[in-house]
């Protein structure tokens, strides 16, 4: 029998939490569910807007929709459009209510075993309780995920990283790797073909979770000291315990990214995954001024994201955007519009040396298990990233 992990399979470590035959058939089904709309219901919404909306619009505005806001106007009013983001929506919450379960059932013991010491430890977590977690957080469970990332339901708990680990494999239905960890791998594969001479010995991922995207710099870069930091503490005692389990080295903190303890000019290379969509427009500033500050000179900063808004069609805008009503992501169309070369300028660094495109996913080898296009609830399918960023 092969060894080799099917891509739309999750890689078992003793972290993960386990599940019941029925329990593991539930979570399967969610996927096969998401992947069910993803592939046969969400691109018939284009033939909605052709044949019923864009022709509306037209009629009544005397032109072609200008903007995915008009758009947005229309279709919320379709049936077909309607239905489909009510499925969606409901894939979302039996998403989370199916990987809570097994570990609500096992909770108290599933706690014990993340949090067990270890005698020769690779890497290290150092928690904050007097960190104050940012309202951004605090005012709204984030991808629908009850109780979000920092709530705690039992001493030391670890159980929001331990449904998130499980739950992203499936909202991404397999399509980020065995490990949820593309975009992290995408990251580190471009910046050693683009920067072969580019030798970093200190990283720093910023907003890591449960350290998917952390996990990829330890074997593309081996010689570097990896930091990665956070501000929820569960997700954190998960990520330790789960790099430690993976035999990967690395420095867990649980700090806010826009104000951290680090020193000035201490990292080579600093990254986020997804990060700046789930802050306020106010902490993506202080998050960039925060990269120039602790960046050293000839350092990298690299950002991933799905792409902006800038040069989309208003309807592939609209669908793209159905995250920022519908899962939970008040800051999401914003952090798709904002001018990122004016952002970078802001925080200090020079226009000449901005960067914003798509790099490839490292996992593109698989591609015919990818969709190729990015669209609302298949946050893993573009087979690419966007990425924004600034040599120091």
């Known amino acids: 029998m092969s060894n080799v992990t099917p891509l739309t399979s999750q890689a078992q470590h003793s972290a993960l939490p386990p599940t019941t035959h029925d329990e593991f058939a539930r979570q399967e089904f969610v996927r096969s569910y998401k992947q069910y709309l993803v592939k046969n219901v969400h691109g018939t919404n284009h033939l909605a807007y052709e044949q019923r909306v864009k022709p509306k619009i037209e009629r009544e505005k005397k032109r072609p929709p200008k903007d995915r806001f008009e758009v947005r106007d229309a279709m919320v009013q379709d049936p077909h459009y309607q239905m489909f983001s009510a499925l969606l929506r409901t894939s979302q919450e039996m998403m989370w209510s199916a990987c809570q379960i097994p570990v609500q059932r096992e909770l108290e013991t599933l706690n014990k075993k993340i949090n067990k010491k270890r005698a020769k430890p690779h890497g290290s977590l150092r928690l904050n309780p007097t960190l104050e977690i940012p309202r951004y957080h605090t005012s709204v469970d984030i991808h629908c995920q009850p109780g979000g990332y920092h709530s705690e339901f039992d001493v030391n708990d670890a159980s929001a990283g331990m449904v998130y680990d499980r739950a992203v494999h499936i909202y991404a239905m397999g399509q980020m790797g065995p490990y949820n960890n593309d975009i992290g791998a995408s990251i580190a594969l471009w910046v050693k073909e683009n920067y072969p001479a580019f030798k970093p010995l200190r990283i720093l991922d910023l907003g890591c979770s449960v350290g998917h995207s952390t996990v990829p710099y330890v074997d593309a870069f081996p010689k570097a000291e990896i930091h990665a930091v956070d501000v929820a503490a569960p997700m954190l005692r998960y990520a330790h315990a789960r790099a430690e389990e993976l035999g990967k080295k690395i420095h867990f903190s649980q700090q806010n990214a826009e ?46 994201e799905t792409p902006q808004y800038k040069g989309m069609d208003p309807f592939d805008a609209f669908m793209l955007d159905w995250d920022t009503r519908n899962n939970n992501e008040p800051f999401w169309a914003r952090s798709h519009e904002i001018d990122l070369k004016k952002l970078s300028k802001q925080a200090g660094f020079s226009p000449a040396k901005h960067i914003e495109t798509l790099i490839p996913s ?11 296009t990015f669209q609302g609830g298949d946050f893993g399918g573009g087979g690419f990233w966007f990425i924004y960023g600034s040599e120091k």
């Open 259 to 304: 104000a951290m303890d680090f020193e000035d000019e201490s990292f080579d290379l600093i990254v986020s995954h997804i990060l700046l969509h789930e802050t306020s427009d106010k902490a993506i500033r202080n998050i960039i001024k925060e990269c120039n500050r602790l960046l050293k000179k000839g350092g990298l900063m690299v950002h991933a």
């Open 362 to 372: 490292a996992f593109q080898i698989a591609e015919a298990k990818r969709s190729l």
